[in-house]
């Protein structure tokens, strides 16, 4: 069953839908600076995303996919955002698929 976290504690390779934006903190400003700016970037609820790359130094930043675009983001950034993710595709599955290629 799929499980939601943070995007800010995905991994690389990891695949999702968005859930939520922000975190409905009431009177903070900057949160809902940060949540405004998401938005506009296209992160919505229901967008899908998978996170394509991490920084070398403290993982930061993170580059992903959402729908048909690439961003970048910081790992404080990502903290708004609520995905659940897809469960990781089991190996066993993989190798069969590629032998069915080729």
Known sequence: MPHTQK????????RGVIVQVGGGEAGDEYALEVERRLLELGFVEGARIELLHEGLIGRDPIAMKVDDMRVALRRHEAARLTVRLEPAAEPAMALVAEEAAA
Do not use: M
């Not at 995007?7 to 990891?14: F, H, P, Y």
């Open 7 to 14: 995007l800010s504690e995905a991994r690389r390779g990891d």
